[in-house]
């Protein structure tokens, strides 16, 4: 069944609420709301929908992350992108990460402008390597507001619209405070939904289920990168805050209170994941001193809130700790950008921040929050813009023809079977959390799990729709739970090597051969091929000083 098979026409009477506007950003964290910003500023009609509310939704709004700012000063740049260049298995491409550079470092003053609070050091010279996530989110919604833009909180989106050519003209989506459905008809359309978290509790990416993704994929656009889709975030076993920023204070220790050596080193994930997959593992800040702990408490105050509450003194008492799966969030993987204004393959749609591929400023290793801090704002800087020129320059009667692209769970089939969306997204929670299964990969395990996703989802695309709008957004976010771990295995299936966090235990150095990006996509048939990386410039990558 080809994709455009499953589209049916948009009518307006069952719409919902109705907007026409030139512009429609789908999410609201820092990618979309920099989107939205930038989109008004062009003099486009604006509509932002977030799943939760605008300014407290998504991975950045509960805590303080670091951004990839640096000056343009002879090698620091050099210097900053060597730094993951090499992590990232030279997947990473130097124009982008210049162009990230560049547009950091103005969004950042931009910022300044607006009266966020970048603390000053003892020499008066102001410190913008960071944000707080509740002043940094609560000031980008102020400022969707002052843009002229129109905000839709607790809106999830269900599926894009389309007009005949397959151009991206719109969204449907519901209200989940209300239940009312809500139609948006736009020029162009830009995903800023975040990457997929599968539920894992980790803080702030339980509205992360890889949606934006599953709409884009449905009106035919194309991933890259989703074998590097296995970040783990470390942090207690009794809380959800995985900022690990303080571990290199750590020390680790097995059930018996012996040290676990290596677990503190640069590859000591891996050192914990296998000790995790036998037993307990506990940590302690016990090398942090008296000035360090000070600063830890100011600089993120709420990843000590679990421990106070609890009456635990992390920084001499051990507590257990665990690794929570955060999948593309921190991983690279996302929506394929084809231009410099983050347009997708599908005409009409872009996409920004976590939900787009961030291999062309990390290649195969997560960028952390730094790295993933600056793409967010620069990706929705660049989606707005483009969104809106599209616009502008493809103008459509509000009358004419919009499609439905969304199938899975939302077309009419005929099946009787309901779906139980916990039970599916239990399932596949069983296939990508297991550090057996996705932090090591094997062919037989991949094939294994491989057998078990698909079959599910041949029964889920039977299972008859759902008629409650609230049950449609968990029925959908199971769907794109489910859609991502197949693009991801079926990425890490074909990629014979290891490279960046993608690593497989029959294969494990890298091949230079396999020097190319992975594109996937698909619905019922998941299909992978590959794709050039672009040649690096002539001049050479300062690393640590040596050149390379």
């Not at 920099?34 to 998504?58: E, F, M, P, Q």
Request: glycine share 12%; aromatic share 8%; charged share 25%.
């Amino acid at each position: 069944m080809t994709q455009k098979a499953t589209r049916r026409k948009a009518t307006d009477a069952f719409a919902g609420k109705r907007h026409d506007v030139d512009v429609l950003v789908i999410g609201g964290g820092p990618a979309g709301t920099w989107a939205a910003i930038s989109a008004a500023a062009r003099g486009a009609r604006v509509v932002l929908a977030d799943k939760g509310y605008c300014g407290t939704s998504g991975a950045t709004a509960p805590s303080g992350t670091a951004v990839w700012y640096v000056p343009d000063d002879g090698e620091a740049r050099e210097r900053a992108k060597a730094s993951r260049f090499e992590m990232g298995g030279r997947l990473a491409e130097h124009e982008w990460m210049d162009r990230v550079l560049d547009q950091t470092w103005d969004n950042i003053q931009q910022l300044a402008d607006w009266g966020y609070p970048f603390p000053v050091d003892e020499l008066g010279q102001s410190q913008r390597t960071s944000v707080q996530g509740p002043e940094y989110m609560r000031l980008m919604r102020k400022r969707v507001k002052e843009s002229g833009a129109r905000i839709l909180d607790h809106s999830p989106a269900l599926e894009l619209l389309v007009d005949d050519e397959g151009t991206v003209a719109g969204a449907t989506g519901v209200n989940r405070q209300t239940g009312e459905t809500w139609q948006v008809r736009a020029g162009a359309v830009v995903i800023a939904t975040g990457g997929c978290a599968f539920l894992s509790r980790a803080l702030g990416c339980n509205v992360l289920t890889g949606d934006g993704q599953l709409m884009a994929a449905e009106a035919g656009a194309e991933l890259s990168g989703m074998e590097f889709s296995n970040a783990y975030g470390l942090g207690p076993a009794f809380a959800s805050v995985t900022k690990s920023m303080f571990y290199k204070w750590a020390t680790f220790y097995d059930e018996a209170g012996q040290k676990i050596e290596g677990a503190g080193s640069a590859r000591g994930r891996g050192v914990i994941a296998r000790e995790l997959s036998t037993g307990k593992v506990f940590g302690c800040l016990d090398q942090a001193d008296e000035q360090v702990r000070a600063w830890m408490r100011t600089a993120q105050p709420n990843f000590f809130l679990p421990f106070d509450r609890l009456g635990i003194d992390p920084f001499t008492q051990h507590f257990p700790v665990t690794l929570r799966l955060e999948g593309t969030v921190r991983g690279t993987g996302g929506l394929h950008v084809t231009g410099d204004d983050c347009a997708t393959s599908v005409a009409g749609l872009y996409a920004a921040g976590d939900a787009a591929t961030r291999e062309l400023i990390c290649g195969g290793f997560t960028g952390g929050g730094s790295h993933n801090a600056a793409w967010a704002m620069s990706s929705g800087f660049w989606a707005g813009a483009g969104a809106a020129t599209f616009a502008k320059d493809h103008r459509r009667a509000p009358s004419a023809a919009r499609y439905h692209t969304g199938g899975v769970t939302l077309q009419e089939t005929a099946g009787q079977a309901d779906i139980d969306s916990a039970q599916i997204v239990r399932a596949v929670q069983d296939e990508v959390f297991p550090f057996e299964r996705n932090w090591w990969r094997s062919a037989d395990r991949l094939d294994d799990s491989l057998r078990r996703l698909d079959t599910l989802w041949t029964r889920l695309r039977a299972s008859a729709p759902v008629r409650n709008a609230q049950d449609a957004v968990r029925a959908r976010e199971a769907a794109a739970m489910l859609a991502t771990a197949r693009w991801m295995y079926r990425s890490a299936r074909q990629r014979t090597e290891t490279r960046g966090m993608h690593r497989r235990v029959e294969y494990t150095t890298t091949d230079d051969t396999q020097h190319h990006r992975l594109l996937s996509g698909g619905l019922d048939e998941v299909w992978v091929r590959k794709h050039p990386v672009a040649a690096p410039p002539t001049q050479k990558l300062v690393l640590q000083g040596v050149a390379a």
